[in-house]
DNA sequence: AATGAATGAGTATTCATTCAT
DNA sequence: CATGAATGAATACTCATTCAT
């Protein structure tokens, strides 16, 4: 009867305030109770809107995920690439590369589970938004790998495409047990190992 | 497809024969559509039994997707032991492994799909069966990479562990394309400039 | 059966109305098929609701049951609560209370079946809100009792729970026959010859 | 190959010995279970037979427990039967009955119950085995009435079948706490009050 | 007679999504 | 815009019973 009733309806919001809401919730939830178990009913309930405006906002739950997880790794892309301006060195730049890596992996074990589980092995990942963005992600390796060949650090003809997945899937590898398991992962350690292997190989120099 | 003589009821047949059509029906039926979409129904169909028969000899319909992989993996260990028979080199063996897991992933992505997705991610893998039966299969690197340590093609100290993690999880993430997308996949190219990187890195040498 | 204006989706009802739709279809139902042979589909359908909808307002099968029982005891309660408002003998009081529980049986069998088999069975029941009503009930028994003891026409010194407990129980096994086989069941005549007994007892008065 | 190989089939056995084991292995996982948790095979396990052979002894699941609650019936009776050929007094004969019977709800709550939830209650119980016996059992208390009717101790004109329900119901609603939650049942106390009401009444003598 | 492998019917329940209000 | 009541598809699993051996 007043015209400032509270109680019934929610105050209409700035769509930028809602998603954000929206997408902070979701996140906990699926970091805390992974995708399948997560309710879109929760997460309303934990933004503080009505199930019915999560759908005004995102197509499906799924999207909601996807969402959630673009934010994640742009936030990641921002902050490589601002630390990357003041490393000059290829082969820095890669070790940089690879710690920052690991430790996201560390950090972040969840939603690198919920990347890996419930984005990248879905069907209609290939040419997604999301995967630009893994693509923009590991193009930094690619960069440096390439700057090195430039410069002559690193041994021309190589097959940088190939030494990025290497890069990044045995750190991925590596860390399974930790994500799945309930193993350790010493971050320092890895990112020593993988460069060492990454730069010099295996084979016996005489 | 039905080619029984009796009209009403299954012949006792040996349980190595049940056990057998029942794991064949539902490897086929788990490749071609995958573990959320089979329908155990479907599975005992193409099995010719009666639902309730694949229960008699797989707890759940998880169960059956793991003894199918398990037979799998263990049809893949029996052919690698073999092959290593015949190579004593611990460069050669090492090619020929990281052949064998490229060609594997060639032409059953399917199955490594099922692995990957359903196995390895689910809580219980650790530890379970097929945790051991990949664990052998690992170890044939190790003991690779060991012998050319000891035999002295390989540098000394080199962490093994984290070797053998990133072969695979090179492999296995540049093969991501071509198991979710639908991208092509060389086995031949990728062995060799895997090998090349693992034997002697990427860095200059003068 | 179906008066519905809108074609696609059911109006939004009250609540009330819905529970009421529901709980009256789950009685009806209950009581021609019993409990096991009912299925929630069916009850769904003669509501005119889906079956999720049945869920909305009901944890489960069991619950819904519980509902209709419990229902259908408060109304006897207040009736018997309404008329008993208009005597005041204790004597009369019983004969009232062995009659109201004797015509109750007549003329809902189904429903006695459905509480004494489903619900007094239970291992639940104790405590639970049907039990906390189905005490109310057998209360209005100890009221009468302990008034006639009051005003003296009742001896002294009764065991009252003992009393109540022989009426209803005499009350129900007598009507077994009825109830599950396909025997008559004459109200007036177990009242009278229940009140006898119940007053008097057995032995010959000298 | 040698004419007694007891390894791979049972030694026939009398039908009499089958019969007994398999009862007494049903008895004692009805009891411990239920009907409905009971499963045959377990049965068939600690009765030392398969699961095939209960069924050649007895038709159903359910024949095999009505001959478990015959037997004890049986039993029952057969003790009842020679307590009372000591006892002339028809008041003596009456509390006997009411004692034994609320001494075996107290030893056998848990058949007492299979008897109710699964027989008594089923639509084929009437004219059925155990019906008979539950009749020839309840004649006990028929005769004493009617014995002491005859020597003048109780009245003329008594309702003698509704006094036999009156005394059997008492008894097992007074139970039901006992049977079906957790709740003491003290068979002296209950007799003796029971007694004392259906010899005497409630109403007050002047 | 004894076996035990094979059968197969039968259903409650969840929750992402929709759309009338 | 926001709501939240209503929807309804979709399926693994059990176990009493049968009957070929």
């Not at 929760?42 to 995102?58: C, K, M, P, Q």
């Not at 790794?73 to 920052?100: C, H, M, Y």
């Not at 997604?128 to 923009?136: C, I």
């Amino acid at each position: 009867m007043k015209d400032q009733t509270t109680t019934t309806r929610n105050r209409r919001l700035s769509p930028e305030k809602r998603t954000h809401d929206i997408m902070s919730a979701a996140r906990d939830h699926f970091v805390s109770v992974g995708f399948a178990d997560a309710s879109v009913s929760e997460i309303a309930a934990n933004a503080g809107v009505a199930e019915g405006t999560v759908y005004r906002f995102f197509e499906s739950k799924r999207a909601l995920l996807v969402a959630v997880i673009a934010s994640w790794f742009e936030a990641l892309i921002k902050d490589v690439s601002e630390n990357l301006d003041g490393i000059q060195d290829p082969t820095e730049r890669l070790r940089f590369l690879v710690w920052r890596h690991a430790r996201i992996i560390e950090t972040d074990p969840a939603l690198c589970r919920l990347f890996f589980d419930q984005i990248r092995s879905a069907e209609d990942y290939v040419n997604s938004p999301v995967h630009a963005l893994n693509r923009d992600y590991a193009d930094f390796v690619v960069a440096a790998l390439k700057d090195g060949v430039r410069s002559g650090v690193f041994q021309r003809g190589l097959n940088v495409a190939l030494i990025r997945d290497a890069i990044f899937g045995a750190l991925e590898h590596h860390a399974t047990g930790y994500l799945y398991g309930g193993a350790k992962f010493n971050t320092a350690k890895v990112t020593q190992g993988l460069l060492a292997l990454v730069l010099t190989g295996i084979a016996h120099k005489d």
